[in-house]
Nanobody, 115 residues
Framework: QVQLMESGGGLVQAGGSLRLSCTVSGIDFSSTAMGWYRQAPGQARALVAS???????MLVGSARGRFSISRDNAKKTAYLQMNALKPDDTAVYYC?????????WGQGTQVSVSS
């Protein structure tokens, strides 16, 4: 059974930092592309960052310059480091794994940024 377990969300003041973690089980993590998405109330789920199985990272939109994505294959964990957080970053953040053409999702973790 494939499981993606997210952690690290919470409430932070604007300008603060959080690090989200996503630990994967049930699939070959080293062969899996990982991504972080977020969904704010009333909005569609949107890609924030992704990292390929070989470590090539991509950040989208306002995440550039503030966020970074990384992975530790030994720990089967992907990370999203979020710095200089803004109230607009408030959302539920979801971990995503793509392995052999199949997409898996975590349960989501809430990030709330107060002004």
């Amino acid at each position: 059974q494939v499981q993606l377990m997210e952690s690290g969300g919470g409430l932070v003041q604007a300008g603060g930092s959080l690090r989200l973690s996503c630990t994967v089980s049930g699939i070959d993590f080293s062969s899996t592309a990982m991504g972080w998405y977020r969904q704010a109330p009333g909005q569609a789920r949107a890609l924030v960052a992704s990292v390929t199985s070989t470590g090539t990272a991509m950040l989208v939109g306002s995440a550039r310059g503030r966020f970074s994505i990384s992975r530790d294959n030994a720990k089967k964990t992907a990370y999203l480091q979020m710095n200089a957080l803004k109230p607009d970053d408030t959302a539920v953040y979801y971990c995503n794994a793509v392995a052999w053409g199949t997409t898996y999702w975590g349960q989501g973790t809430q990030v709330s940024v107060s002004s």
